[in-house]
């Protein structure tokens, strides 16, 4: 079984999907944003700045800051009351449009992702570790795409990046949730550069960038790359840049691992990996790791 984010014709853009601007609480002015992403090697950048009341709900036409070879999505980070633990809903959605409404009194959340997604909208549930989001916070947005799995501006500044908990927990409930890493950048501390997601796509252009996201065509990375993932029978066959471990991770708790030195290639055997699904980490001798979405293995 071929997993269609490495079998579509198409390459690799790599994005961040997660960053703040002067247009809320980040440091730095879209334009400066956008060029230290293309100059650090991205492809594209959604702005995501909070879309909140006292920053005039932005969603910020970023289409100036396109140039050759790099684009931009548009979206914001939207907000709404409570959570399970009454902090204030923190929602990624890339690809909304520039009229998108405000948040009116008495909105959930759950309503405003609705509209966020009939808009257009890939939904990602940001930092869930950040905040203490539970799992069946996140079970409460059945539009949601994708759960964050690294935040690199949280794992930086207060060391709560992972996002796998809830994430492991809403598929184990049989909730086909997807994985993306981002760097939620603000600048006023090292944040950015740290974790992106690369998506297949057969042109960097905004529209099939969001069909792709929205279609779990994409795998996240803090450095290494993923060639290939083809699953072949109770075998996960990956192919990967330089590698110290490949590590399959199945639901409950059966995972199987093959290390070395400078892998560029790994047969997993998936025995013992329980569910229905499995999900591909590669990682390399400094720690860094790549992650796959989860692969479905039935239906
Ligand atoms: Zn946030
Ligand atoms: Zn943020």
Known sequence: MHVAAFTKPGRFWR???HTHSTRSDGRLPPEAVAAFYKDAGYDFLALTD???DCYGYPVTDTRPLRSKGFTTLFGAEIHAPITAKSYDWHVVAVGLPLDFAPWTEGETMQAMTRRAAAAGAFLGIAHP???????EDALSLPEAHAVEIYNHSCAVECDRGDGLVVLEDALARGR????YAADDAHFASPDAGGGWVMVKADALEPEPLLEALKRGEFYSSQGPQI???CIEGDEAVVACSLASAVVAVGAGIGSRLVHGRDLTRATVSLEGCEGS???ITVADDKGRRAWSNP?????
């Not at 086909?176 to 994985?179: C, G, H, I, M």
């Open 176 to 179: 086909r949730l997807n994985a």
């Open 15 to 17: 994005g961040n999907l």
């Open 277 to 279: 699904y499995v999900r």
């Open 50 to 52: 909070h879309f909140w």
């Open 227 to 229: 060639h290939d993932i």
């Open 295 to 299: 692969i479905w293995r039935e239906g």
């Open 129 to 135: 570790q950040w905040y203490g989001l539970t799992v």
